[in-house]
């Protein structure tokens, strides 16, 4: 790919819903912290390409930035399977083998009709491949933000899941020529 790609990603807007959940896709965004969504407003680029996942709370978020994304699958958050829709508390008490097993190794297990983290991080990796050179903002999840940040330090799997990305953060990081470089990570002004 030639020329320089400036990115910009934005964690969506907290979901609607009750805390600890495993989200489905068609969870809602809670867009009431207006001046959180007015300070990301005001440090994205103007005029910089749009893209976002197909997930609900990723395009209402984008849309309350004044954004109209490009919707590019790659991005979705982890494919949790089975597991969606459920709490993890809820998941903890049924004692279940395949969920205690996952969290001994998060980033290579795979939920029952999920998918890992590091599966995760190839998907990402192909919807960056699709970003040309210029600006552009990502609308997108936690665990795509991680897999974009794995990438561009060239870290593992496991080691990128420390990272904490926080509702309505932005993260910069930039594809040049010689390499990634990361400008930050996780930022809030409000």
Request: hydrophobic share 40%.
């Amino acid at each position: 790919m030639e020329g320089e790609t400036f990115l910009w990603l934005i964690r969506h807007a907290p979901v609607q819903g009750v805390t600890g959940t495993i989200h489905a896709a068609d969870a809602p965004a809670d867009l009431g912290d207006r001046a959180q969504l007015d300070d990301v407003r005001r440090r994205l680029p103007p005029d910089a390409a749009s893209f976002a996942s197909p997930a609900r709370r990723t395009v209402e978020t984008a849309r309350a930035l004044g954004l109209e994304p490009e919707l590019i699958s790659e991005f979705s958050e982890q494919d949790f399977g089975g597991w969606t829709g459920h709490r993890h508390d809820e998941l903890t008490a049924t004692g279940d083998d395949a969920y205690a097993q996952f969290w001994s190794d998060p980033a290579n297990t795979r939920p029952p009709g999920g998918e890992s983290f590091a599966d995760q991080v190839a998907r990402v990796r192909l919807g960056l491949s699709r970003i040309g050179a210029g600006s552009a903002t990502l609308v997108v999840h936690s665990g795509t933000i991680r897999a974009a940040l794995c990438i561009a330090l060239d870290l593992t799997p496991q080691a990128a899941l420390r990272f904490v990305i926080d509702p309505l953060s932005l993260t910069r990081i930039d594809r040049l020529a010689s390499g990634w470089r990361v400008v930050s990570a996780n930022q809030r002004i409000s």
